[in-house]
Structures are given as C-alpha cells and as structure tokens.
C-alpha cells in the first residue's frame, strides 16, 4: 500500500538503525487523532515505535485551541525537558513525506485505558500514589518557561473569560439548542475566577492521556489542545466526573483524593492551591466536554473521519449535562419507564426484535471474530443500537413532557424545538434569569432523562439519583 510504502521511506531515512518497516497497526481508541504501533526491522531485531498522525493523513491548519501536532511534539520535547515523563520524539512529519500531520515517537509499555487505571489488580499498589504524582507532574509542565521554549510563539493565550466565551461560541455556531449547556455557561460567567496567572496548560491532562506502569505515571500523552492560561484548569480537568471511570467516590481521574493532588502540586510549585477556582474548572470541564462531545457528532457530519465512534461520542454529551445538573441544580427527579405500545404488540418482528438482532449479531459474533480497532468500532455499533432502543422506549414520552413542562415555563403553545430555542436564546441574551421559577426542575428532569436514555450506566445519572434521594445539595467539585 502506497501509505506503508511512504511510512519506510520515512522511517528508514530520519530514525536512526530502521532497516525497514515490517508492520503499521492503527490502534482503537484515538476519536480526534489517530494512533499506530509500528514495528521495524533494526539490526538488532524488531523494535516497536508509536506514531501520531492528522485524521485522515491530512495537513490541519493551526487553530486557536489546536496548535497542531508539530506543536505537540514541540510541547511533549519541553516537558521531558523539565523532568516530565515523556516518550521520546524521534522525527516529525514533513509536508513533503506525503503522510499528513503527525510524529514518530518512542513506544513505550504500559496502562492507558482509564478504566484499567482506575480498576485494574496490577496496579494496586501503584494507584494510591497517582494523584500525588500528578499534582507533582502539573506543577512542572505549569512551569515550563515558555519565552525560553518559544511556546509563546505558538500557543494561543486564553483568560477564563475568553475560554468560557471561545468554547460557548463553539457551541452557538451549530443548529442544535441544549439549554442546560446554555445554563452552566452563564453560572461559570458569573464565577470566573480573579486575577488568574498565565501559565502553560496541557488542557487535556486526565485519566485516560497518561500512561501508567506499576512505577507509576511513565508518560504524559496527547498535547494537542495545550494553550496559556489559568494552570487550575488542568486541576479541575483531572477531576472531572468523565474521566473517573465510573469511580466518582474518587474524584482525581477514579484513583485518588482532592487533597493528594493538592499536595503534589504544591509540593514542587511552593503555591497553594485554591479549591473555590479548581472547583470553577471542575464545572467548566463538564461543560467543556459537553461540547465537545457534540463537536465529535459534527465532525461525523462534515468529515473527513466518519467512523461509528463520532455520532456515539455526541450522545455523551448528555453525561456532562447531567454533572452540570448535579453540581449546579440536584434535586428530584422522576426517571421514565417505557409504556408498552398496543399497536406494535403483535408484530412479527418487532422493531425492537430486528434492533436486538443486529446488536447481538455485533456483540456475539463479530466481536468475536475480530480484534483490534475492528472489535473496538463493532462495541461501539452494539451500544449505539443499545441507545436506538432506549429511545423507542421512552424518547416519545420524554419529549412530550419536556413539551408541557416548557409550554408552562415559557407561557407559550409553540413545538418543542421552537420552546427549546426560546429558552435557549434567553438564557444567552440574559432574558431569562438562572433563578426563573421552575427553570431549574425542568432542566434537572430533561437532563436527568436523557442521559437514561444515552448511558443509564453513566455514574453521573445514578449520582443524580442518589441526590435528589438524599435531597443534599450538589457535588460542587471540592
């Protein structure tokens, strides 16, 4: 294939002892970039490198928030610098190699799966450790000098206020209306954080970008979002409920405490950490992530990268909805059941029989018989058509409460997607206040039933539950 043949030349060329290249396996996993694990012929034998490369093999223009990747290998270069663990960068991309954006990098062995990270028996021992280390690690990348380093050249430069605007406006640019998105975008307007400093931020430092062996974290992975600005955000990022993996009871990254990383932190930096501004970022991440998720459904839309995995990561945004609603409005909430349909009763078979099929073809058997990206992309399938049939269950219902409650809120008879805009827009233009009377039920109970139906296995859901239960306010991050 001519994108192997371009790959040796690259390789045997600019990587010092490669003979030639015997194999290029893209890995699963990777929605905004793409991973390999390469093997190459040496004199010694097979050796493994990692590349990382533009969706699609395409040169990307740097944005603001996406420096591009011979920026990231410029940032992963700086922190091995300043005693961050990194792999080593070995060559990176040219235009004229014909392979896109990306890098070559040294592959190294270890845990990057975050729910392994949390949960896996292997490391044990090494897991009560984590978050002290990484309060460690993000007190040194938060000190890279950037002048020194030319980052200031190459990074863009975000206050608080910029970030919550920049990513807001993101959002406003699509035809899509989710006002609790819209909601937690004026809470975080009204709590920006003062006078923070302006430092290097990796902005996607999580449970899930580093790597982990039983020595502990071994590397910091994925760069691509690094800019300069308020250093807490990558504190409150970590501890994100979305990067826990399920272990909310441990808010750093499902492994560790609030105070451990606080302690690491501090422990190089010499400053003290200011709970009230990691807690802003907590909040942030959520609603960040939110549109994130929702950017991924896009980008299915408009390509170049339309795999099964972009329209399911849109689904999760409903996940970082629900953390909006538990940190900002928990309360009661009633969850939907399904009402069986009469009129479908008899049929043979029925939509849910041909879903249930599909599904169960795709979990059983192709998983089976397949590995790799291949198995990876047919579980992702299998849960969208878990998803297709929550929908047939309880969608028609949810959204003809959500109707009535709005039609009430507003005062007005329109459909659905005209009141879901007439609350959006006022929640943008400040005609409708965050107080409104009953704003904050109908946010909690549209959310709280989305997200049943996205993911019901998603922590946030059962945390939303166990709230309104308790009848305690919200998880406010620290």
């Not at 629900?322 to 009633?334: F, M």
């Not at 959006?424 to 409104?436: A, H, K, P, Q, V």
């Amino acid at each position: 294939m001519e994108f192997e043949r371009l790959l040796e030349d690259v390789l045997t060329r600019e990587v010092s002892g490669v003979e030639a290249l015997v194999s290029a396996d893209r890995l699963s996993g990777g929605a905004s970039q793409e991973t390999y694990r390469l093997v190459v012929r040496t004199s010694a034998g097979n050796k493994p490198f990692a590349m990382r490369r533009a969706p699609g093999g395409l040169h990307v223009e740097a944005s603001s928030g996406h420096p591009g990747l011979a920026v990231e290998a410029l940032l992963m270069r700086s922190a091995a610098a300043t005693g961050v663990p990194e792999p080593e960068v070995h060559y990176v991309l040219q235009e004229a190699d014909g392979l896109g954006d990306g890098f070559v990098m040294e592959w190294l062995e270890g845990e990057t799966l975050g729910a392994r990270i949390a949960r896996s028996p292997d490391l044990d021992e090494v897991r009560p450790g984590l978050a002290y280390q990484c309060g460690e690690i993000l007190a040194r990348i938060h000190a890279i000098d950037t002048a020194v380093t030319g980052l200031d050249d190459v990074l863009s430069r975000m206050t608080p206020e910029q970030y919550v605007h920049q990513t807001w406006d993101r959002y406003k640019a699509w035809d899509t209306a989710h006002p609790m998105i819209d909601y937690a975008g004026r809470w975080l307007l009204d709590h920006l954080p003062a006078d923070a400093p302006m430092k290097l931020v990796h902005n996607d430092f999580r449970n899930g970008n580093v790597m982990v062996s039983r020595h502990g974290v071994i590397a910091v992975l994925d760069w691509e979002v690094a800019h300069i600005g308020d250093p807490m955000r990558d504190l409150g990022w970590i501890c994100t409920n979305s990067w826990r993996f399920g272990r909310s009871d441990l808010p750093v990254g499902g492994f560790g405490e609030y105070q451990d990383l606080f302690d690491g932190y501090e422990s190089v930096s010499g400053e003290a950490v200011e709970p009230d501004r990691v807690k802003f970022w907590e909040v942030f991440g959520s609603f960040w992530w939110a549109i994130g998720c929702l950017g991924m459904a896009e980008h299915y839309r408009i390509g170049p990268d339309q795999t099964v995995e972009r329209p399911a990561i849109g689904r999760r945004s409903s996940e970082c909805q629900v953390d909006c609603v538990n940190h900002l409005i928990p309360g009661p909430v009633d969850v939907l059941r399904p009402d069986p349909d009469p009129d479908t009763a008899g049929d043979m078979p029925r939509v849910d029989e041909l879903l249930v099929s599909v599904r169960d073809f795709l979990r059983n058997d192709v998983m089976k018989e397949t590995s790799g990206r291949a198995q990876f992309m047919a579980r992702v399938a299998s849960n969208s058509l878990d998803i297709v049939l929550r929908e047939e269950a309880v969608g028609a219902k949810a959204r003809r409460q959500e109707r009535e409650r709005l039609q009430a809120l507003l005062h007005s008879d329109e459909d659905l997607q005209a009141l879901r805009w007439r609350l959006t827009r006022g929640l943008r233009d400040g005609s409708i206040t965050l107080d409104l009377d009953g704003l904050a039920e109908h946010l909690r109970q549209s959310v709280v039933n989305q997200v049943a139906i996205d993911q019901p296995k998603y922590s946030g859901f059962a945390n939303a539950l166990a709230l309104a239960e308790q009848g305690q306010p919200g998880d406010a991050g620290v």
